[in-house]
């Protein structure tokens, strides 16, 4: 089974209900991954709008 995230977010989510935006719009369609661990001085993060930690998919549907 593919990993579900947020649609909205982006973010890896464990259960039915996203830990950032509490949204439960979810899909298994996603490409690339990308962990932040540090967002305040991640360039990466920054280009990509995130500012919590975690892993993220790179692109969802």
């Known amino acids: 089974m593919k990993a579900k995230v947020c ?3 982006k973010i890896f989510v464990e259960h039915d209900k996203c830990p950032l935006c509490q949204g439960t ?3 298994e369609a996603w ?3 990308v962990i ?5 001085q ?3 993060a920054r280009k990509l709008h995130i500012t919590k930690k ?3 998919a790179i ?3």
């Open 25 to 27: 719009h979810l899909t």
């Open 36 to 40: 932040i661990i540090n967002p305040e």
């Open 7 to 9: 649609k909205k977010c």
């Open 31 to 33: 490409k690339g991954r």
């Open 54 to 56: 975690g892993a993220y």
């Open 42 to 44: 991640s360039e990466i």
């Open 59 to 61: 692109k969802a549907r």
